[in-house]
């Protein structure tokens, strides 16, 4: 008889797995923001399992993953969720062959969760406050992200990290992050220097390896087309003079 109850028990925890959906993920992460939003360890510190479930159920995210290239096209990353009021966004991330990223931080909170394919993380801290304009970082630790693997990032100091794909294949991960605190930057282990999306987008934009878009060269991240064009009505608004003409490049 106790075997009988341990199946059945068995039986709907793997049930769960499988029905456990983004949805659900929202719903539980919503209620984690409401009791320990400004309490981030700990915030990370549970949401880090709710990750782990989500990325249990691959088939429910390759189906995701399907969906949304037929509806966007392929991307490097897709929006899933956007908190209504802007505590955090959700992010499906392909991460191709042979892709390394430079040294960055975040400026926020996250947790990354790989669900197919595999990650090589590198971790680095300050050798110095925040507010130094050109922190030397010491290298802390290095991990292999397989399926299942969930990366916690805090800020200040605990966002620092650069990541490679050394396989042949491409990996697929599930991203969230909270609400910028302070700008992200893009770090030289030579010289030490930091650059931010603001001051160097052109730059930043090198260092991941792709051409600037319209959105980095205004210093804009993780926004959607929409926000995009209502971001640039607003600064030509900003630019208008009080008889409602705005002003020409010279």
Known sequence: MGSGILDRRNAGTRWMKMAYSVSEFTYQFDRLIYAHGDQLAELVKQGAPLIEHLLENR????????HRREKEGYRARHLLHRHPA????????????????????????????VWKGEEHEDKYERNGPPHIMSPLLTKTGETRNAPGAVT????????????????????????????????SHVFDLETGAQMTWHTHPAGIAKAWGYQPSL?????????????????????LRDTADPNGQTYEAQ
């Open 86 to 113: 802007g505590a955090y966004t959700l992010w499906m991330m392909v991460f191709p062959a042979g892709r390394c990223t430079p040294v960055h931080d975040h400026g926020t909170w996250g947790l990354i969760g």
């Open 59 to 66: 088939r429910s995210l390759s189906g995701i993953l399907a």
């Open 152 to 183: 916690a990032l805090l800020t200040p100091g605990r966002d620092i990290h650069s990541v490679r794909n050394p396989t042949d294949s491409p990996a697929y991960s599930i991203h969230i992050y909270g609400k910028a605190s302070a700008p």
């Open 215 to 235: 959105a980095n060269l205004l210093g804009l991240r993780n926004v959607t087309s929409g926000e995009l064009l209502n971001e640039i009505r607003r600064r």
